[in-house]
């Protein structure tokens, strides 16, 4: 199993922002999958997990209505969409493999991570 995040960088405030995830070494399609962030100092937070088939969504209370969560089955990708970028979501962006069949889980298998920065 293999995740690996891009997309991350350094973003104004009001700004967007797209991260994706490309996965391999499994049967994307099988599974959901997620996004959780870690700031300095804070515990790893869920922000966002999307069900299998694309179907079925969940959101961080802070990121509701700001950010969303897509996948391509065909190109085994996820993505995460920010807009309204604030500073406080500055952390490192991890992608994960949720626990299939169960909705939702967050799983054992992590990327290593997409710096996002918000900041003037």
């Known amino acids: 199993v293999q995740l690996v995040e891009s997309g991350g960088g350094l973003v104004q405030p009001g700004r967007s922002l797209r991260v994706s995830c490309a996965a391999s070494g499994f049967a994307f399609s099988n599974y959901p999958m997620s996004w959780y962030r870690q700031a300095p100092g804070k515990e790893r937070e869920l922000v966002a997990a999307?069900?299998?088939?694309?179907?079925?969504?969940k959101y961080g209370d802070s990121v509701k209505d700001r950010f969303t969560i897509s996948r391509d089955n065909a190109k085994n990708t996820v993505y995460l969409e920010m807009n309204s970028l604030k500073p406080e979501d500055t952390a490192v962006y991890f992608c994960n493999r949720g626990r299939r069949g169960v909705w939702f889980q967050g799983g054992d298998y992590w990327g290593q991570g997409t710096q996002v920065t918000v900041s003037s």
């Open positions: 999307i069900s299998s088939g694309g179907i079925r969504t």
